[in-house]
Antibody, heavy 119, light 109 residues
Framework: EVQLVESGGGLVKPGGSLRLSCAAS????????LSWVRQAPGKGLEWVGR??????????DYAAPVKGRFIISRDDSKNTMYLQMHSLKTEDTAVYYC??????????WGQGTLVTVSS | DIQMTQSPSSLSASVGDRVTITCRAS??????LNWYQQKPGKAPKLLIY?????NLQSGVPLRFRGSGSGTDFSLTISSLQPEDFATYYC?????????FGQGTKLEIK
C-alpha cells in the first residue's frame, strides 16, 4: 500500500524558515517523481514544485511564487522528500501535501501538514 | 502559465441527479487534463487522468465520466450519491507550472 506522510509543519514568523518532510512507503521511491501541492485556508489547490529522480535532467521545477525561496530535495536512502522553505511570507500559510506525480497527475497524496506564517 | 477555469463555482443538486462540471484551458493541452475530488479536511483524490473515462483511477465508480480535448473538458457524474458531495478540481499536466481550476463545490439541494 502506498503511503505518504508529511511532517514538520507549524507556526513560523514572517521571514523565517521551515523544513517539511514527506516519508514514503509502498512503492519504489528511487524511481518516483514527486510534487508538493499546497492549499491556503478556504482556498483552492496550488502546485508548489516537483522533483524528478536523481538521474533525470533538470530534476526540480518550481511555481513562480516560491522559486528562489523554496528548495525540494530527496534522500532515496530514507525514502523521503523534503521541502525547505526560506523567507516565508504570510501568504505561504497553507496545508502542504506531498504527492506522487510521475505523469504530471497526482495519484497518491499524503494527509498534509499545516504551515502557519504569522507574527 | 496555463490558466484553468471551471464552471460553475458551486452547484446544488439532489441525490440521483446527473451533473456536469466544465473546465476550460487558456491554451490547448491535448488531453493532459485530470480531475480530483476533495472532501473537507481530507487530501484530494484522483478521479480521472488524461481527460477520458477510459482512464478512471482504480476504485473510482463508473458513474464518473470525463471527456474533452484541446481546451474544453467536462466531468459528468451520473446519478449522484451522498458521498459525491464534495469539491472538484481540474488540473492540467501539459506543462509546468501545473495549474488547477478554482474548484466546483457540489452541495446537496
Amino acid at each position: 500500500e502506498v503511503q505518504l506522510v508529511e511532517s514538520g509543519g507549524g507556526l513560523v514568523k514572517p521571514g523565517g524558515s521551515l523544513r517539511l518532510s514527506c516519508a514514503a512507503s509502498g512503492f519504489t521511491f528511487i524511481n518516483a517523481w514527486l510534487s508538493w501541492v499546497r492549499q491556503a485556508p478556504g482556498k483552492g489547490l496550488e502546485w508548489v514544485g516537483r522533483i524528478k529522480t536523481t538521474t533525470d535532467d533538470g530534476p526540480t521545477d518550481y511555481a513562480a511564487p516560491v522559486k528562489g525561496r523554496f528548495i525540494i530535495s530527496r534522500d532515496d536512502s530514507k525514502n523521503t522528500m523534503y521541502l525547505q522553505m526560506h523567507s516565508l511570507k504570510t501568504e505561504d500559510t497553507a496545508v502542504y501535501y506531498c504527492a506522487t506525480a510521475v505523469y504530471g497527475f497526482f495519484d497518491y497524496w499524503g494527509q498534509g501538514t499545516l504551515v502557519t506564517v504569522s507574527s | 502559465d496555463i490558466q484553468m477555469t471551471q464552471s460553475p463555482s458551486s452547484l446544488s443538486a439532489s441525490v440521483g441527479d446527473r451533473v456536469t462540471i466544465t473546465c476550460r484551458a487558456s491554451q490547448s493541452i491535448d488531453t493532459y487534463l485530470n480531475w480530483y475530488q476533495q472532501k473537507p479536511g481530507k487530501a484530494p483524490k484522483l478521479l480521472i487522468y488524461a481527460a477520458s473515462t477510459s482512464n478512471l483511477q482504480s476504485g473510482v465508480p463508473l458513474r464518473f465520466r470525463g471527456s474533452g480535448s484541446g481546451t474544453d473538458f467536462s466531468l459528468t457524474i451520473s446519478s449522484l450519491q451522498p458521498e459525491d458531495f464534495a469539491t472538484y478540481y481540474c488540473q492540467q499536466s501539459y506543462s509546468t507550472p501545473f495549474t488547477f481550476g478554482q474548484g466546483t463545490k457540489l452541495e446537496i439541494k
